[in-house]
């Protein structure tokens, strides 16, 4: 049985697991969202990476065997993929602000990247500007706030519009932009009022169908073995901090000490 581990601050992975679950309905989920150090935008690089491998190795002895990880998470994933690889032998894929196909896509040769303060202040995202967007102008917004009313539209089924309005006019996004990248995984939770708060002709872009594109050239399917498994199995949620909730059932777990 082919066992899936997500890993994120909160609740943006299930933007990416969403994408992965539609290529693999019958693999195992495991979920581990850490919210005690949500959100993960504002911690500093040395925190957050060994945060990320306390996360790893906690899976590694909690939830084996285990098939491959999805650090679904641009904030985690453009600071510590690297080192987490170096740390483990399980496939590890990372997620990767959508500046390429972006830069693709434009008609007016202006692109915004929307994504968390930490990843919009890493040197990653100027090469992968040099690297892929090089005649393009690239326009770059951060947010924290957006984070907080992903996790609140999630648990609580509704966000609030008018925090969320404020939100971006005071983003101050540029009318002249035609696609913006959706940098964070938790703001695709949000594309339809992110939309509806800009009211302009813009196309959102986010990486979860390349991520569960690259999880299919990883994790070949066994056929044979799919047929014996065709039952879909629920996500098992796991966090880090207590949260109030009767959307799905969470449990908590300690990350071991490094
Ligand atoms: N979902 C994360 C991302 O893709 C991080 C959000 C946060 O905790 O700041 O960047």
């Not at 945060?51 to 909690?62: G, V």
């Not at 050239?217 to 073995?225: E, G, I, M, R, T």
Request: aromatic share 6%; with cysteine; glycine share 4%.
């Amino acid at each position: 049985m082919q066992h899936i581990v997500i890993f994120d601050s909160g609740i943006g992975g299930t933007s990416v697991l969403a994408h992965i679950q539609k290529a693999f309905p019958y693999a195992c989920f495991s979920y581990l969202m850490d919210n005690l150090y949500l959100p993960y935008g504002e911690l500093a690089s040395k925190v957050l990476q060994k945060r990320l491998l306390q996360k790893l190795k906690t899976a590694e002895a909690s939830f084996k065997p285990i098939d491959l990880i999805v650090v679904a998470c641009n904030t985690a994933s453009t600071q510590s993929l690297c080192l987490l690889r170096s740390h483990t032998d399980i496939p590890i894929v990372g997620v990767v602000p959508a500046i390429k196909p972006a830069a693709s896509r434009t008609k007016t040769k202006k692109i915004g990247l929307l994504a968390t303060p930490a990843t919009t202040n890493n040197d990653y995202i100027q090469k992968l500007i040099k690297n892929h967007a090089n005649n393009i102008d690239v326009h770059l917004y951060s947010s924290l706030n957006l984070v907080a009313l992903a996790e609140q539209k999630f648990w609580n089924g509704s966000v609030d519009e008018q925090a969320l309005h404020t939100e971006i006019k005071n983003l101050n996004i540029s009318k002249e932009i035609d696609c913006l990248v959706l940098g964070c995984t938790h703001f695709p939770i949000l594309s339809s009022e992110i939309l509806k708060a800009l009211n302009i002709n813009i196309e959102l872009i986010d990486s979860g169908s390349a991520i569960a594109n690259r999880v299919i050239d990883l994790l070949p399917v066994n056929a044979d073995k799919l047929l014996l498994e065709e039952i879909k199995k629920p996500v098992r949620y796991y966090a880090t901090a207590p949260i109030s909730n009767t959307k799905e059932k969470v449990e908590i777990i300690k990350l071991i000490d490094l």
